[in-house]
């Protein structure tokens, strides 16, 4: 059994089209991968190193690290928003970079210890068992590799922002976007990632102004927040 949801795959296959567009509901993620770049290269500069990003949908982190000079793999399952990815690389002409439809579980076994990073962003709150990609991603890093994750809090700031702020009132996201039951607290993320062999490293909050309508890295990490991992030598 594959650890995806047919559901969620869907609705991000349907959206696939307007991944590359900065307008469309795919804004947020535009916005925040500068933010997200930055804060992975503070712990590791990425020119030259092998990096794989799970979950990479229409390959907007992908593209960006692939572009810092890193040789850059994106896997999804999501095949309409893997083509996307794909065909944007080639219109913009993104040197070292590839596209792979495979479940990240499935790439450990075939190749372990085989990355310098890994990231995993905005993934694991769409898969029923978030606690086997963490394995996996634990798995493809080499020892002394940098894994990177981000995720929404379980909360009620978190619901009321996430959710029906972003989604409902704000209209920052399609509605259904987000399943208020699979967020995951800090604490249930890190155990995880215990479990799994990795070392936390840090863990930092984005938040959102809606007056400026901007992003920032804080030390909030009531709504999204992502961590810095590391997998002893």
Same mark, same amino acid.
């Given at each position: 059994?594959?650890?995806?949801?047919?559901?969620?795959?869907?609705?991000?296959? %349907?959206?696939?089209?307007?991944?590359?567009?900065?307008?469309?509901?795919?804004?947020?993620?535009?916005?925040?991968?500068?933010?997200?770049?930055?804060?992975?290269?503070?712990?590791?500069?990425?020119?030259?190193?092998?990096?794989?990003?799970?979950?990479?949908?229409?390959?907007?982190?992908?593209?960006?690290?692939?572009?810092?000079?890193?040789?850059?793999?994106?896997?999804?399952?999501?095949?309409?928003?893997?083509?996307?990815?794909?065909?944007?690389?080639?219109?913009?002409?993104?040197?070292?970079?590839?596209? %792979? %439809?495979?479940?990240?579980?499935?790439?450990?076994?075939?190749?372990?210890?085989?990355?310098?990073?890994?990231?995993?962003?905005?993934?694991?709150?769409?898969?029923?068992?978030?606690?086997?990609?963490?394995?996996?991603?634990?798995?493809?890093?080499?020892?002394?590799?940098?894994?990177?994750?981000?995720?929404?809090?379980?909360?009620?700031?978190?619901?009321?922002?996430?959710?029906?702020?972003?989604?409902?009132?704000?209209?920052?996201?399609?509605?259904?976007?987000?399943?208020?039951?699979?967020?995951?607290?800090?604490?249930?993320?890190?155990?995880?990632?215990?479990?799994?062999?990795?070392?936390?490293?840090?863990?930092?909050?984005?938040?959102?102004?809606?007056?400026?309508?901007?992003?920032?890295?804080?030390?909030?990490?009531?709504?999204?927040?992502?961590?810095?991992?590391?997998?002893?030598?």
């Amino acid at each position: 059994m594959t650890n995806a949801d047919p559901q969620e795959l869907a609705k991000f296959s %349907e959206l696939a089209h307007r991944w590359w567009d900065p307008e469309s509901e795919f804004k947020p993620l535009h916005q925040i991968n500068p933010l997200r770049l930055a804060w992975i290269e503070s712990y590791c500069p990425l020119a030259g190193l092998q990096v794989l990003d799970v979950g990479c949908g229409g390959g907007i982190l992908t593209d960006s690290m692939a572009r810092r000079g890193a040789q850059a793999l994106g896997i999804d399952l999501a095949t309409k928003a893997l083509r996307v990815a794909e065909l944007h690389a080639l219109e913009a002409g993104t040197p070292h970079i590839r596209f %792979e %439809e495979i479940a990240v579980e499935a790439l450990a076994e075939r190749a372990p210890a085989s990355f310098d990073v890994v990231t995993c962003m905005e993934m694991i709150e769409h898969v029923p068992d978030p606690a086997s990609v963490v394995q996996a991603c634990a798995t493809l890093v080499k020892p002394g590799g940098w894994v990177f994750m981000s995720t929404l809090n379980r909360n009620f700031k978190s619901f009321m922002l996430a959710i029906v702020g972003a989604e409902y009132l704000l209209k920052m996201l399609p509605k259904g976007t987000h399943e208020y039951a699979r967020f995951l607290q800090p604490a249930e993320l890190a155990q995880m990632c215990r479990n799994a062999g990795l070392d936390l490293q840090a863990a930092k909050g984005l938040t959102y102004n809606p007056l400026s309508q901007r992003y920032s890295l804080s030390a909030d990490t009531d709504v999204n927040y992502m961590v810095a991992l590391r997998r002893p030598s």
